[in-house]
């Protein structure tokens, strides 16, 4: 399930995502604690099951809820019928709402966005300005970055997230809308599979961040102004499309087992302390599947690591990502390793490798790479399938989707925050230029 929470701070909200199509996550009501445990008042979910509802029962007063439908089965939601089969999910023990979730391929769009104007003759005054080499430090919000926009009325820009969210706010406003309330429901920054995607740059970045947010001194075209935002993600998502780059698995505070991987204050009080920890898991048994080394064929073994990591999460072996470093005896095990405990029966098994895996006692983590256990689902993946007359239940990995093939990584600001922003950044400009 995708979970996104709402810390209420004083005016404006901090929210965040969790869990979209990982297979081995924390068990709902291990997240429902972890919830309260960190004073979240308001939850978002989407793709979930009876099960996941289930979880929230009790929680009125505490945690207000939200059901998304998912973009894949919207479609399906169109009868009289089918939309009081979604209803039935559940709406007695908690508060609920329904709303629905928009996903775009923002990348490629504003690639095409852009050739269009440039073949209108208006490239050089509009541009897709994520393209240059902005200062990594434009991305962060405690004033360290050389890089600076100036509009023509004046106002002034030291962060990428305050000349965005205006940008917003100019085209709503544009467009007779500046009444709206403008909601931002993705932003955060991840910690593997990027070369600026670090625990420390994540860190950083909530901690300049989230107080900003709760402070409510507004944007420059806007002071004062109360702003909601979602943060991205409550945990790493290990299925998650690479459609945009291996480090779209990596948005998590919290690593899969419920440990956080930095310190953050949710509520935006800037405190340096570490947020509460996910307890009870159940972890498989300590042992790994590593390459036992055998060169003799190496096209044999380059079919089995592109089989492991089709099916199990290998983008930290991504260049800039915590195992890249890694020789090619200890990439191979890398991959092996991650199917291995993706994979909860029959491991022995499984670790064959067509000869050339072995199973070992001893930890091959290096210190920068974790060769990490993993937990015990210790539920079935419900999805809203089932709910629509589309089962979809099993554990066995190679039941989900595979994971799609890496494209070139930009630099961080234009992953950063294409993403959640740039869609109408282009209508900022119109008040210079017209695109007629």
């Given amino acids: 399930m995708w979970v996104d929470m709402i810390v ?88 609920i709402s329904f709303v629905n979730k928009t996903r775009e391929n923002n990348v490629g769009t504003l690639k095409m966005v852009q050739n269009a104007v440039n073949a209108r003759g208006y490239g050089m005054e509009i541009k897709y300005v994520q393209e240059n080499n902005l ?27 305050e000349f965005l969210y205006d940008s917003f706010l100019w085209a709503m406003k544009k467009s007779g809308f500046d009444d709206m309330k403008l909601v931002v429901t993705q932003i955060g920054w991840p910690t593997d599979a990027l070369q600026v995607g670090t625990v420390t740059n994540a860190e950083r970045f909530y901690g300049s961040f989230l107080p900003y947010i709760s402070s409510n001194r507004g944007t420059p075209l806007k002071p004062g102004l109360n702003i909601d935002v979602f943060l991205r993600s409550l945990s790493d998502e290990n299925k998650v499309t690479l459609d945009w780059g291996p480090f779209q698995r990596h948005w998590g505070i919290y690593q899969f087992n419920g440990e956080p991987k930095f310190r953050i204050d949710f509520t935006g009080k800037g405190r340096e302390i570490w947020p509460s920890i996910a307890r009870g898991f159940t972890y498989l048994p300590t042992r790994w599947c590593v390459f036992n080394g055998d060169m003799r064929d190496n096209k044999t073994v380059s079919g089995e690591v592109d089989k492991c990591c089709n099916l199990a999460d290998c983008s930290s072996l991504e260049e800039g990502g915590s195992c890249s470093h890694l020789d090619y005896k200890q990439k191979v095990s890398y991959a092996f390793n991650r199917y291995f405990q993706t994979t909860v029966t029959n491991q022995t098994d499984i670790c064959y490798m067509k000869g050339f895996g072995e199973i070992i006692y001893k930890d091959p983590s290096d210190g920068r790479c974790s060769f990490p256990i993993e937990i015990i689902a210790a539920e079935r993946k ?36 294409i993403l959640i922003f740039l869609p109408l950044l282009i209508i900022y400009w119109q008040p210079i230029l017209s695109l007629n």
């Avoid at 505490?62 to 559940?90: C, D």
């Avoid at 600076?148 to 962060?159: A, C, E, M, S």
């Fill in 8 to 95: 209420l701070a004083e005016g404006g909200g901090i929210g965040i995502n969790w869990g979209r199509v990982s297979y081995q996550k924390m068990m709902p009501s291990m997240v429902v604690d972890l919830l309260l445990q960190n004073e979240i008042k308001e939850v978002r979910i989407f793709n979930s099951g009876g099960n996941v509802l289930e979880a929230f029962t009790g929680t009125r007063g505490q945690l207000a809820v939200s059901v998304s439908i998912p973009n894949e089965h919207f479609y399906k939601v169109n009868t009289t019928e089918n939309a009081l089969q979604y209803v039935i999910v559940g709406t007695d023990p908690f508060s």
């Fill in 135 to 161: 200062d990594i430090n434009f991305a962060f919000m405690d004033k360290n970055s050389s890089y600076i926009v100036r509009d023509n009325n004046g106002l002034v820009y030291d962060n990428a997230f």
């Fill in 382 to 417: 419900q999805r809203l399938d089932e709910f629509l007359g589309v089962r979809s239940t099993s554990d066995d990995p190679e039941e989900y989707y595979p994971a799609a093939a890496s494209v070139p990584r930009g630099n961080m600001i234009l992953q950063f925050t």
